[in-house]
């Protein structure tokens, strides 16, 4: 009888390796697809309000699944956003982070450790099929592309659209546009450059094609597809069909056309019956680039943008999509692209590793309507420095340094931390500091304690770097909190 009763409950724990929402059918592991936007704000999309860019798709994928409110990358620029993304480990403890330069730039000699497990590599090891699409920006040696680092296949450029150009030609034509002549990036295919100067007005429209691709080759297998846009980075590019499409401008022609192509994404999935078996997410590596104006984008009601630790440069829109399997809504708890690593693994099936520490939480919980996200606090780091630290409704700025203009090379120590409740006050207009020294307390000894568990590793991108002249960032402590807006 207890035999019996034993192998029952081991081929439930086989075949069930958990129960859904509400203890509906069990969830098969799914596909796995990442959409991430570079450098598109919080505030960017018609489902976040924006009144004059459409994205009939995102809005769709977020009504039929999740909207996260408060979901964060782990950095206010590329490179150390893509690297946390990737290990669900924060950029201080892979050396992905640096002040100069703060991204890898294109003949940077190096790249994310091989010593580092992505998520691309955690997933192939329990059978899934792996494409990277689009910018990697984690190491352009053909050691460090994509395929070094746990994925079959890759296609796109290495790094940002910005780090090439032609001298001959301007990089604005006469009408201030950016000329896609002048800007020479490497496509790649694999480990080989296929087109050493690409047109990328056809980027995104191809690397939606590709995802089509990839997806109807690997229909009958598990598949990882990280399809990390190029756009819409500066300069701005889009097809012709995209020319004029939107009221926001250039900005939001390339926005518009990245929701197109995750329309297409989507209905690819219903037509091929994959819908009920992928989970796709999409969200975006930092905030908006605000020095580029119209062509940089919009976080909203939040505070500053790409570049800064004040929320703009890192709360992302985020939307989860899972038919069937997602309980739908809108999110408030708190979650970070960090987490992708851990939940991805946990739905997977696959190892999380244990010889090191990983900064994610498994957020699977809020996915599936289960519980909330464990996620209490977030760490804002500038470079190798924090910043700042969240937790629960109080962020607290110990540093703070414009993210551009003729002061970005004044860093404020604030002592007391600037304060700020971002229930009341998501766009930290009112520093509250005098009014709660016991919660200035608390974060500090958050921050103390996190502080002890980082230990220090070789930095990667200062590797090979060589400077001109670098330029002193002058520390100006403030004893007292400062006037809101700077
Ligand atoms: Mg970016």
């Not at 964060?72 to 956003?81: D, E, G, K, L, W």
């Not at 989507?266 to 009920?276: F, G, Y």
């Not at 200035?440 to 502080?451: S, Y």
Request: hydrophobic share 35%.
């Amino acid at each position: 009888m207890i035999s019996i009763f034993f192998r029952t409950a081991v081929a439930l724990f086989i075949v069930l390796p958990w129960i859904g929402p509400a203890g509906a059918a069990p969830v098969e592991r799914p596909n796995v697809i990442i959409i991430f936007a570079d450098d598109l704000g919080w505030g960017d999309l018609s489902c976040q309000g924006h009144p004059t860019i459409a994205t009939p798709n995102l809005d769709r994928m977020a009504s039929e699944g999740q909207r996260w409110t408060d979901f964060y990358s782990a950095a206010s620029v590329c490179t150390p956003s893509r690297a946390a993304l990737m290990t669900g480990r924060l950029p201080i403890r892979s050396g992905m982070c640096a002040e100069t330069p703060r991204v890898l730039v294109a003949n940077s000699p190096t790249g994310l450790p091989h010593s580092e497990i992505t998520l691309a590599e955690a997933l192939k090891e329990v059978g899934y099929a792996t494409m990277c699409i689009g910018k990697w920006h984690l190491g352009r040696p053909a050691e460090f592309l994509p395929k070094s680092q746990g994925f079959d296949e890759y296609f796109g450029l290495p790094y940002s659209n910005d780090m090439g150009r032609f001298k001959k030609i301007p990089r604005r034509g006469k009408d201030g546009e950016p000329d896609y002549r002048a800007c020479r990036v490497p496509l790649i295919r694999g480990d080989e450059v296929i087109e050493p100067a690409t047109d990328q007005r056809q980027l995104t429209k191809r690397y939606t094609e590709e995802s089509l691709r990839f997806i109807k080759t690997h229909k009958d297998e598990p598949f990882f597809l990280y399809l990390a846009h190029t756009m819409p980075h500066v300069p701005l590019f889009r097809s012709e069909k995209f020319v004029d499409h939107s009221r926001r401008g250039r900005y939001g022609d390339v926005v518009e056309e990245i929701d197109d192509g995750v329309g297409q994404i989507l209905d690819t999935l219903r037509q091929l019956k994959l819908d009920k078996k992928t989970l796709v997410v999409f969200t975006s590596d930092n905030g908006p680039w605000l020095v580029f104006k119209e062509h940089g984008g919009s976080a909203g009601p939040l505070r500053d943008g790409k570049g800064g630790t004040f929320e703009g440069g890192m709360r992302e829109p985020a939307v989860f999509w899972w038919p069937n399997t997602l309980a739908p809504g809108i999110v408030r708890d708190m979650g970070s692209t960090l987490d992708l690593f851990p939940t991805c693994v946990k739905l997977c099936g696959a190892q999380l590793p244990d010889d090191r520490q990983i900064d994610g939480v498994d957020i699977s919980p809020a996915l599936l309507g289960t519980g909330k996200s464990p996620r209490e606090t977030m760490f804002f780091y500038r470079a190798e420095k924090l910043y700042a630290v969240r937790h629960g409704a109080y962020k607290a700025h110990f540093f703070t340094r414009p993210s551009y203009g003729k002061d970005a090379m004044t860093e404020y120590e604030h002592d007391p931390p600037l304060l700020y409740d971002l229930g009341q006050d998501p766009g930290e207009k009112y520093n509250i500091a005098a009014k709660h020294p016991e919660v200035i307390a608390q974060i500090k000894r958050i921050a103390e304690q996190h502080l002890k568990g980082v230990v220090p590793v070789e930095n990667q991108l200062e590797k090979g770097y060589r400077l001109k002249k670098r330029r002193a960032v002058k520390t100006v402590p403030v004893k007292k909190p400062i006037p809101d807006r700077e």
